[in-house]
């Protein structure tokens, strides 16, 4: 089966654009979740949804950040306007409802100049 | 959710068996232990998960005792492609999904 897939794998915007990474889940994963490292740091939730619904977004750093998953297929995570301490690697994962492990991604990396 | 203790790094060579163990003092009744490992530029993937004794699959094993409190993932005849970043993980089964909290991992050095 297809694996997580995200896009674009490299993004480098200027502070105070906005920027959208795309995630799209293994087909038939309700789950879907959002992480990210920033420089130096660990790997820190931001988001699940289940289906189209957020189940927990107690990770999301600010109102700068908007997920969406309409439909309850892709989802997209908007970065506006982006900051300096923004930048980082941010990987989407999906999982079963009821499996035992996540699939990640290869990461969307965010270089905000 | 637990927060999980680990070795920050560990070098091997060919051929050995490389046990690396993690600390979760803090680990609930309904949490998971799940152990990813990491290569440069690419997403965590998924070697291992346990809840107490042992697991085992096609690549390692995962030792966990009674209390629960710690757990070593024992990987057998490690090759240099198994050099990565491993991470400890706890996982709390939620509604149809789980929140992983990633620590720090361990950054395994295998060595010809």
């Known amino acids: 089966e297809a694996g997580v897939t995200q896009f674009p794998s490299h993004s480098v915007i200027e502070k105070g654009q906005t920027v959208t990474l795309r995630c799209d889940p293994i087909s038939g994963h309700d789950n879907l979740y959002w992480y990210r490292r920033v420089m130096g740091k660990e790997i820190k939730f931001l988001l699940h949804?289940?289906?189209?619904?957020?189940?927990?977004e107690s990770g999301m750093p600010n109102n700068r950040f908007l997920a969406e998953r309409t439909g309850g297929t892709y989802s997209t995570l908007k970065v506006q306007p982006a900051e300096l301490e923004d930048s980082g690697v941010y990987f989407c994962?999906?999982?079963?409802?009821?499996?035992?492990?996540?699939?990640f991604g290869q990461g969307t990396r965010l270089t905000v100049v | 959710l637990a927060k999980t203790t680990q070795p920050i790094s560990m070098d091997s060579y060919e051929g050995q068996e490389v046990n690396i163990t993690c600390s979760h003092n803090n680990i609930a009744t309904n949490d998971y232990i799940t152990w990813y490992q990491q290569f440069p530029s690419q997403g965590p993937r998924f070697i291992i998960q346990?809840?107490?004794t042992k697991v085992t699959n096609e690549v390692a094993s995962l030792f966990i005792p009674a209390d629960r409190k710690s757990s070593t993932l024992s990987l057998p005849r490690v090759s240099l492609s198994d050099t990565a970043v491993y991470y400890c993980l706890v996982d709390r089964r939620g509604t149809g999904g789980f929140k992983t909290i990633f620590g720090a991992g361990t950054r395994l050095f295998v060595k010809a």
């Open positions: 949804f289940v289906k189209e619904s957020k189940q927990d």
């Open positions: 346990g809840y107490k």
């Open positions: 994962a999906s999982s079963r409802t009821g499996g035992t492990e996540a699939f």
